[in-house]
């Protein structure tokens, strides 16, 4: 059963941290990402850059809208993911306590299913 773990960082946080301090939680990730393939478990897993250069679009009165980043209303922006291939829910929600990203940010779970349901 496919279940994806986002990381929704606290916007600016990154901006916060040394490059050394960035370096570390990066690799503590990239440590996490490593066990999980070794478990057979990950699917797929990237990091996201910053907000900064993102843009958001809308369509809609058939005309299209864009908004570019930084978004501004936004308090956590989604700072990468986790794409795992687990029993259950149950323990899909296991592994995002142990994902290090969840002392500094929020590790969401979902499962992957049709948008109709």
Do not use: N
């Not at 908004?67 to 687990?86: Q, R, S, V």
């Amino acid at each position: 059963m496919a279940h994806m773990l986002l990381i929704l960082e606290p916007h600016g946080q990154r901006a916060t941290r040394t490059e050394a301090e960035g370096r570390a939680a990066y690799d503590q990730m990239l440590a996490f990402a490593a066990g999980l393939k070794e478990r057979g478990l990950l699917k797929a897993a990237e990091s996201l850059a910053t907000d900064t250069d993102a843009a958001r679009v809308r369509t809609g009165a058939g005309r299209a809208q864009t908004l570019d980043g930084p978004f501004t209303e936004a308090k956590e922006m989604i700072g990468g993911f986790f794409l795992l291939d687990c029993a259950s829910r149950e323990e899909a929600i296991a592994i995002a306590k142990e994902c290090p990203a969840a002392a500094w940010a929020t590790v969401e779970v979902r499962s992957l299913g049709p948008c109709f349901m």
